[in-house]
């Protein structure tokens, strides 16, 4: 048979190689043949070199010959492929990933490298309608709207079956604008401005608009309290319209090198910050961040008691309707009770009271509404977590040195704990 590719030649016995693509190599050839062989066998070592003809396997060696790494195709390949290794060695504990069309490049694992917490806007312990003016407004969890003007930020639904955003996503966030301000954002902090500091990130998200409009999300490294001045790098733009579309943008984010880290750092996503005025309804969806420079697919929500464990470190609430909890006295007209939280938080949060619980003594039953919140002291497992929370409430009788229980028959009297960024 004519050996016309290198996969044809014997490889273990050299007298089986009697031609080279057709042409005689046998003992006695005449002079012509040599000429016309060499000829044909470094068109083949063409072929293979531009990848025309392929091998069997790939052997690499190790440097006395005794083993190898070999790379082998399947035993049946459906089609041709063609894969592009990336530039580099990429970063510490990244992976290669492909973009579904052969580009590989190295990114993150797979599995928590979503920085954005509720990505999927499915936690809303707030609740799930929000008015913004002149303010910095949190909404569904770990999203705020900063506003110079006037808004409302609701929670929504998708209709069940929808293909407009891929995977059958549940929920995603209404930014309704009726004043808009030049600087108005959508944002999500991200604990510690280490992150990404010198490397490439990358951005996705689905949205859409009333109207067409041009958002330019922006990357702000911010050193915290006592630390160097912020660093902004602005993304490029991209244009929403009023059909879904998924938007992705990679920037590389400055070095910190150099630069003083304070307390409470983070890096800032503005993931909507329009170029020009407008009003009307702004619509996001599966948003997400990444340590890399190719985007990966939609991390699909952790189990929602996870995410909702991850929220809770910047923000949750107690006392809701039937709390009950057992206090002592603090002091003259005051009981203090210590509240076990659902999960560690931040720091020790600042607290704020909406309506007031009653409190009542165990042996006689003598009993008040609290009349206010006097003060909140975190109690930590470390010196940056916050495990549980004392509250100090006013009573509204002089309590004893017995022990007294707080309460609450009222829907929503409820302390928020906030240890947000």
Known sequence: MSKDKLTDYDSTTASNNTDVGGISVAEGM????????????????GAFADGTDGIDVLSLADDDASHAIKLQAPSAVTADTTFTLPDGDGASGQTMITDGAGTLSW??????????INPAMLVAQRGVSFSSNNSIDYTVDRWAIFSNGASTTTQESFAAGQTDVPNEPVKYLKWNI????????LFQRVEDVRTGAGQAVTLSFYAKADSSITNRPRLI???????????????????????????????????ISG???????????????????????????????????TATDFEHPRSFGDELAR???YYQEIG?????????????????????????????????????PNIARYDNGQQADATSLVAVNGIAENTTKAANVTIIWAAGYDPT?????????????????DAEL
């Open 320 to 356: 809701h309707y039937r709390h009950l909890a057992q206090g002592a006295r603090w002091t003259t007209n005051q009981v203090f009770v210590t509240y076990n939280l659902a999960s560690n938080m931040r720091a020790t949060p600042s607290a704020t009271a909406t309506g007031v």
């Open 401 to 417: 040195a017995s022990l007294h229980y707080v309460y609450s028959n009222t829907n929503g009297d409820l302390v928020a704990l």
């Open 107 to 116: 990114a993150a694992p797979y599995g928590n490298r979503n920085l954005i």
């Open 259 to 293: 630069k003083t880290i304070g307390s409470s750092s983070y890096l800032e996503l503005e993931a909507l910050r329009f170029t020009d005025t407008f009003t009307g309804g702004v619509y996001i969806a599966n948003v997400q961040l990444e340590l890399s420079s």
């Open 30 to 45: 005449l002079p012509s043949g040599v000429n016309n062989s060499i000829r044909e066998l470094t068109k083949q070592l």
């Open 221 to 255: 490294q911010n050193f915290g309290s006592g630390g160097s001045s912020e660093v902004v790098t602005v993304t490029s733009t991209n244009a929403l319209t009023t059909s879904w579309q998924k938007f992705t943008i990679t920037a590389t984010l400055p070095s």
């Open 178 to 185: 009726s004043t808009y301000s030049s600087g108005d954002n």
């Open 311 to 313: 929220c809770q470190r």
